[in-house]
């Protein structure tokens, strides 16, 4: 064999007699031939296919980025070739990124973020002295003084400082220990966590989780990777999407029947609904968790997104401490918090934290050593997370910049809420609650009969049908409210309210006059 290997590789040669009298290229045939006698081996199978894959990734759904998305990808790439649209570009308003729809970095953010990336700049007379001061506070905290290296698998530690102070600032004096900070990748990152540690059982005792309806999709899916039990409980539309404690009380008893509720979501405020939570909604939720013996999630990323004269932030951590010690010192709470919104939309640092309360002593071990396991949040976001945290006060040089580019983003959001709001509401067939709050609109639309049998017909729910028409005919992306879940025979869908009001102000009309000749086709 070796031997008629070796004619093999000779078979390229030009035809010249080999040593045995014979032509190299008639060794060559006869090599190959005598190769041939081996049996062919079939393409082996593969191991991971669609059927032998974890069953719960498959079910995992995230309609953010979901087919709508990947859509308005292909539409872009079709633009970009030079194919014909009716439109010249996508607009993309599925999701809450706000730098990516124009909104400009937070001058003292992106400051302290250049110094603690290259250190050098701290000489340099460009940069104010109190971005410089927190820089090498931040600095001085990594190891060998670098963002580049890892940190504690809860975090850095005077970053959690600052986030308990921050935390105790916000809630007017409510102390906030740092032992009870973990720093995560996003928000995302705490809420995927905190479910993963919260998840067991099986059959009828398997953990249920109660989400609100419309939800941020995030919680589907962990709930689905999770193999846990969505319990749903349903928003009221008809009041400005109201948490009514009445329907978590149908929620709970209603799955008591098959899964064992033992958590309880909440996003305040609200998205994608947008709504804010009063003082005294928050009280009896907190009430019904103790009652029930829920743990509790407090989704509070939008909590600078308040835009109502007649809405107030509340913290469920501010509110559970001043029900008073019998509440305080018992419902176990987890609140999140992230760069990516606010005022600041530093969405691509993933910079996050989560405050736990109430932990059991030996829960907290396993939680510290669930976090190890992914070694540490990236050092950058925890440092965006810091500014955030602690950003100028009153005195230092770079207040008056920092106060008036903060109240500049959060100004014109209130007016793009409005704005949303009212001109949707002009629109037949559309209704639009009040955008209290957050960053997006959920206005209800009437979809014909005939347009739910159009629908039927392609396989579609009748809103993606609907928000599929919106991307093919204006070039405009949003999500329809399937995927956000919403009431049977009801249909929506979710718009961030983040594009320049010019730009905003084109998009609402697009959506107006597509509706209306939608209306029209399929009445």
Same mark, same amino acid.
């Given at each position: ?23 190299? %290229? %008639? ?136 986030? /308990? ?81 009445? $329907?978590?009380?149908? /929620? ?55 835009? @109502? ?18 509440? @305080? ?50 050092? %950058? ?18 207040? $008056? ?53 159009? /629908? ?68």
């Amino acid at each position: 064999m070796q031997r008629a290997a070796a004619l093999v590789r000779l078979g390229c040669c030009p035809r010249t007699p080999g040593p045995w009298g014979r032509s190299q %290229s %008639s060794a060559a045939a006869e090599a190959s031939a005598v190769l041939k006698v081996r049996p062919e081996r079939s393409r082996r199978e593969r191991i991971l296919t669609l059927e032998s894959m974890n069953p719960q990734v498959k079910a995992v759904e995230y309609a953010v980025r979901g087919p709508i998305v990947l859509k308005a990808g292909e539409i872009e790439l079709e633009l970009q070739r030079g194919i014909k649209k009716p439109f010249t570009e996508v607009i993309r308003a599925n999701i809450g990124d706000a730098q990516a729809m124009g909104q400009q970095p937070i001058t003292f953010l992106r400051q302290v973020m250049a110094l603690c990336t290259y250190p050098n700049l701290l000489d340099s007379p460009s940069f104010p002295e109190d971005a410089k001061k927190r820089a090498r506070r931040i600095l001085q905290a990594c190891g060998g003084n670098s963002l580049g290296s890892y940190s504690a698998s809860q975090g850095v530690n005077c970053i959690r400082e600052d986030v /308990a102070a921050y935390i105790t600032r916000r809630d007017g004096g409510v102390p906030a220990d740092p032992d009870n900070i973990y720093l995560t990748t996003g928000a995302s990152d705490g809420i995927s966590t905190i479910l993963k540690i919260l998840v067991s059982g099986g059959g009828k005792s398997r953990t249920g989780v109660m989400i609100p309806i419309p939800q941020y999709p995030l919680y589907s899916a962990v709930i689905s990777e999770l193999d846990a039990i969505q319990v749903n409980y349903y928003l009221d539309e008809e009041n400005c999407w109201a948490l009514n404690v009445n $329907e978590l009380r149908r /929620a709970v008893q209603e799955a008591k029947d098959h899964c064992d509720p033992k958590v309880l979501c909440i996003i305040n405020p609200g998205n994608p609904t947008g709504q804010v939570q009063s003082r005294k909604c928050i009280e009896d939720v907190i009430h019904f968790a103790w009652e029930e013996k829920l743990f509790l999630l407090a989704d509070e990323v939008y909590q600078d997104n308040v835009y @109502s004269p007649d809405c107030k932030f509340y913290s469920f951590k501010k509110v559970l401490y001043e029900m008073g010690p019998e509440y @305080s010192s018992n419902v176990e709470l987890a609140s999140f918090h992230s760069t990516s919104k606010g005022y600041m939309g530093e969405c691509g640092y993933r910079g996050g934290y989560m405050e736990v309360i109430n932990l059991h002593p030996e829960i907290k071990g396993q939680l510290v050593k669930l976090l190890s396991v992914r070694l540490c949040p990236p050092v %950058s976001g925890q440092a965006a997370m810091d500014i955030v945290v602690n950003p100028p006060v009153p005195g230092e040089e770079s207040f $008056e910049l920092f106060h008036r580019e903060k109240e500049s983003v959060l100004g014109n959001l209130a007016k793009k809420a409005k704005l949303t709001e009212d001109l949707f509401n002009q629109v037949p067939g559309i209704h639009c609650n009040p955008l209290q709050g957050a960053m997006y609109a959920f206005p209800r639309i009437f979809i014909p009969s005939k347009a739910v049998e159009a /629908a039927q017909a392609h396989k579609m729910a009748p809103d993606m049908f609907y928000c599929m028409k919106l991307l093919e005919e204006t070039g405009i992306c949003v999500v329809p409210g399937s995927g956000f879940g919403q009431r049977e025979g009801t249909y929506h869908f979710r718009m961030t309210i983040l594009p320049p009001v010019e730009k905003l102000k084109t998009v609402l009309q697009k959506v107006k006059d597509f509706h209306i000749k939608f209306l029209e086709k399929y009445a």
